[in-house]
């Protein structure tokens, strides 16, 4: 393990501490840092303005996390349901945006929302005559970006269960009178909740602290907690409040990897327990 700890270690650990420290520090007069100890830079974190914008932020990562787990679900059933010899294909379908560049793939999405893109000369050919619809630079524009950029992630976080889901399972519960509605709630949802669960936290993980996405698709007409830090560190030049949002940032996504972690700890424990009732 000693080559992959010292890889950690360089890459992940010492950075981080070295923000952490960042943090402590105040804004010299002209930018740079003043190496007096403060903890102002933490306490303006919590300020109403750039809270607002850690809540603006969660809810549009959180509603981009719903949007691609209900998507991802359902094109992971339709994969884990399609025959065995043609679910690589369709796997490597659900993957093939990856194979371009994110910021390729952001831009793709500019072509298709702005007022003269793909979708007005669609809604033109249908016949559509008004004012061409404001769909670029907007709060959808920018979760639908979110959203299309992480939505493989959920889609093989969620095939993984379902593609080792005994099927016999599903056959047990019709032949005893349940409903494929029923089966599905009862039986085969509650089985991929930890790769729902997983999809979930790789997307809002990964849209919380996004700020190329907003600052393409959005157009700057509003902040998510990425640009704020991008801001400060490049723009306002204040390194250490810029280290203390990223510090905080920080820690918001490592209470929703631990509480990921205790659900799927909780659920293994469960599943384990069905098993064992299940053999007595």
């Known amino acids: 393990m000693a080559p992959a700890l010292v890889w950690l270690t360089a890459l992940m650990v010492v950075p981080c501490a070295l923000v952490l420290a960042l943090a402590f520090f105040r804004r010299g007069i002209y930018g740079g840092i003043d190496y ?25 990562a959180g509603t981009a996390t719903l949007i691609a787990v209900v998507i991802g679900y359902a094109a992971a059933y339709a994969i884990a349901a399609a025959p065995r010899r043609w679910q690589p294909v369709f796997l490597f379908f659900a993957v093939l945006p990856f194979w371009s560049n994110y910021l390729i ?18 809604l033109r050919w249908f016949g559509y005559t008004g004012e061409p619809p404001s769909m670029l630079y907007t709060e959808g524009a920018v979760i639908a970006g979110l959203v ?3 939505l493989p992630f ?50 809002f993980v990964l849209s919380i602290g996004n700020f190329v996405t907003p600052a393409l698709l959005g157009g700057g007409r509003f902040q998510m907690i990425g ?12 390194w250490p409040f810029g280290a203390a949002l990223a510090m905080a940032l920080i820690a918001i996504m490592l209470l929703v990897l631990m509480a990921q972690a205790l659900a799927a700890d909780r659920a293994a ?9 299940a053999d007595g």
């Open 269 to 277: 424990g469960r599943a384990a327990e069905a098993r064992g009732d």
């Open 105 to 122: 793939r952001t831009y793709a999405w500019i072509v298709l929302l702005n007022r003269e893109g793909l979708i007005t000369q669609l």
């Open 227 to 238: 640009n704020l830090v991008y801001d400060q560190f490049l723009t306002a030049n204040d």
């Open 148 to 150: 299309y950029n992480y």
């Open 36 to 60: 007096t100890f403060t903890l102002e830079n933490f306490g303006l974190v919590f300020d109403p303005l750039y809270a607002g914008i850690f809540l603006k932020s969660a809810r549009i």
């Open 154 to 203: 959920v889609i093989l976080a969620c095939y993984a269960p379902l593609s080792r889901l005994n099927p016999e399972l599903a056959e047990a519960s019709r032949d005893l009178g349940a409903s494929a509605a029923t089966t599905f709630r009862r039986v085969i949802l509650p089985l991929t909740v930890p790769g729902i669960a997983a999809g979930a936290v790789f997307v």
